[in-house]
C-alpha cells in the first residue's frame, strides 16, 4: 500500500483515533493487545494508557486526546457498573459526541441495557476481527460528524 | 464544535478546546489557520524542551519524572509525545501515556500523543501548531518527546529551546560518540539508565567527543536513573540553567523561520502536485521529445509557480 502522508485529504478520512482502555481490577490484556495490533493494522492510530485506569482517568484521556472512540475492554463481571460511571462522565464533561464501545466477557442479558446507555458492540470471544473493525469504523464516522457540527 | 468556540475555549485554557485545535492542526491546517491568525502571537512563545534519542533508551520514562520537576519551576506543562506512523497502513500504536499517566494525572499536564503520520525528521508537520494551541491555552512550557530517533532525525533543534539527547549504556563506543548528526545538536547529554554497567563508559566517550567540538563548554554531560530515581532534580536544574541562556526574541525567530518554511514547502508542494497530476499527457510528450528529466521537472515548476 502507498502511503500518501496525508496529502489533500478531508478530514474525513484521516486515521480514526481510538483509546482502547481496561478500566477496574482486571488484568488480562492479552485481548487488547491483540486488539491494538488490529486497529493499528486497519490505520487506526491507537491510544493504550496501561493498566488499571480509573473511568475518570478514561474521560480525561479521552478529551486530551480528541478520540472518536472509546473502545473497553473487560472480562471480570464489572462492565456494568465501569459504563455506567464511564457514560455518566462523558455527560457530565459534555463529551458525548464520543463513541463508547465494549468488548470481552458481556452476558447476553446485559447487553440490551448497555445498548441503551449507548454501549455498542460488546463481542465475545471468537468474534471475527473484521467485524468489530467495521463496527469501530461506523461508531467513528457518527462521532465525527457529532464533533464537527456546526462547522 | 466550531472555530469561534474552539478560539475562545483556547483563550481561557479549556482542555476540550486545546485538544479540538490540535486535531485541526493534524487533520485540517487550512481551518487551523484560522484560528493561528487570530491567536498567534510570538511574545507568547513557550519554552519548548526537546527530548530526543534512540528508540527504547527511556524518554517516556524520564519525562515521567523530569516533567513534575520542571513544572515545579513555575511552568504550565504541557506535553507532546510523538510515536511512528505505520508505513504500511498509516495505524500507529501510541503508548506514551503507558509511562507518563500517573504524573500527567498529578500535576494537571496537558499532555497528547500525536503520531508522525508519514513526517520524517523525528517530528510532525502540526507539532509547531500544537505548541502554538498549549501556548494560546496559557501553557508556557511544552515538552515534546520526538519518536525513537536515529542520528539524521536533527529538526528538533528547530523548535526547541533547550535540546536533551537521552542515551542509555551499551549503544555504541566512541566512534558512534563522534559520528554528525544528533550529537551535534544536544545541549545537554543524559546517559540513562544508569544504574547498568557500561554507564560510566558511555558518559565518558561522550565527554571526549565534545572536548573536541566547538562551544562544547556550554554543552553539559549527566547520568540519570529512573528505576533508582536518580539524577532527575540535577537534570531539572541543568534544563533551568540553560533556559536561562537562551534569547526568548532569538528563539522565537527561530520557530517562526522553521514554521514558516514549512508551511511554505508544504503549500508550494501542492501546487506543484496539482500541476503534475493534470499533465500526464504532457509528460509523456517531454519524454517522447528526448527532454532529460531536470528540463521537464523545471517546465512543470515553472508553470504551477506563475
Known amino acids: 500500500m502507498f502511503m500518501e502522508n496525508g496529502k489533500n485529504r478531508k478530514s474525513s478520512d484521516r486515521p480514526i483515533r481510538v483509546l482502547l482502555a481496561k478500566p477496574a481490577i482486571d488484568g488480562h490484556d492479552r485481548g ?96 471475527p476481527m473484521s467485524e468489530i473493525i467495521a463496527h469501530i469504523r461506523k461508531r467513528a464516522a457518527q462521532a465525527r460528524a457529532a464533533k464537527w457540527k456546526g462547522r | 464544535m466550531d472555530i469561534a468556540r474552539i478560539t475562545a475555549g483556547l483563550k481561557k485554557g479549556d482542555r476540550a478546546s486545546i485538544a479540538r485545535c490540535m486535531t485541526l492542526a493534524e487533520d485540517d491546517p487550512a481551518a487551523f489557520s484560522k484560528i493561528a491568525k487570530k491567536l498567534y502571537d510570538p511574545k507568547r512563545m ?35 509525545a510523538i510515536d511512528a506512523t505505520s508505513p504500511f497502513t498509516g495505524g500507529a500504536f501510541l503508548g506514551n501515556r503507558i509511562r507518563m499517566e500517573e504524573t500527567v494525572k498529578a500535576g494537571k499536564i496537558f499532555m497528547r ?11 510532525t508537520e502540526s507539532v509547531m501548531s500544537s505548541i ?72 565518558n566517550a561522550i565527554l571526549s567527543y565534545l572536548y573536541t567540538l566547538q562551544g562544547h563548554s556550554s554543552k553539559k554531560v549527566t547520568m540519570t536513573s529512573c528505576t533508582k530515581k536518580e539524577g532527575i532534580d540535577l537534570l531539572a536544574s541543568l534544563v533551568f540553567d540553560h533556559e536561562k541562556g537562551v534569547d526568548p526574541a532569538e528563539f522565537a525567530e527561530r520557530a517562526f523561520r522553521m514554521e514558516v518554511d514549512r508551511i511554505a514547502k508544504e503549500l508550494a508542494s501542492k ?28 517546465a512543470l515548476l515553472k508553470r504551477s509557480m506563475g
Not at chain 1, 484521556?61 to 457514560?87: G, P, Q, T, Y
Not at chain 2, 526537546?50 to 519551576?73: D, N
Open chain 2, 113 to 123: 500523543s500525536i503520531a508522525t503520520r508519514g513526517a520524517k525528521g523525528g517530528l
Open chain 2, 132 to 203: 502554538m494551541a498549549l501556548s494560546c491555552a496559557g501553557y508556557d512550557m511544552v515538552v515534546v518527546e520526538s519518536v525513537g530517533a536515529g542520528q539524521a532525525d536533527v529538526d528538533i533543534l528547530n523548535i526547541s529551546s533547550t535540546v536533551l539527547l537521552v542515551l542509555a549504556p551499551g549503544l555504541g563506543d566512541e566512534i558512534q560518540a563522534m559520528k554528525a548528526g544528533s550529537m551535534e545538536i544536544a545541549d545537554i547529554f543524559v546517559v540513562n539508565k544508569s544504574e547498568l554497567p557500561g554507564a560510566d563508559v558511555a558518559k
Open chain 2, 46 to 80: 513557550p519554552r519548548v524542551i526537546g527530548i530526543t534519542g534512540p528508540p527504547g533508551c527511556g524518554k517516556s520514562t524520564l519525562i515521567s519524572q523530569l516533567a513534575p520537576r520542571l513544572a515545579a519551576g513555575g511552568h504550565r506543562l504541557g506535553i507532546i
Open chain 2, 271 to 298: 501546487r506543484i502536485e496539482s500541476v503534475a497530476a493534470g499533465s500526464g499527457a504532457e509528460i509523456g510528450r517531454m519524454l517522447k521529445k528526448g527532454m532529460d528529466p531536470y528540463t521537464a521537472a523545471n
Open chain 1, 32 to 127: 487488547v493487545f491483540v486488539l491494538a495490533r488490529a486497529f493499528r493494522d486497519a490505520g487506526m492510530e491507537v491510544i493504550y494508557p496501561g493498566l488499571l485506569p480509573t473511568p475518570e482517568e478514561i474521560v480525561d484521556i479521552a478529551v486530551d486526546e480528541d478520540v472518536d472512540v472509546i473502545a473497553i475492554s473487560l472480562l471480570n463481571s464489572s462492565h456494568m457498573a465501569v459504563f455506567r460511571k464511564l457514560m455518566a462522565l462523558l455527560r457530565k464533561r459534555k463529551a458525548t459526541g464520543i463513541a463508547v464501545v465494549g468488548g470481552g466477557i458481556i452476558p447476553e442479558d446485559d447487553k440490551p441495557e448497555l445498548e441503551r446507555m449507548g454501549v455498542t458492540g460488546n463481542y465475545g470471544p471468537g468474534t
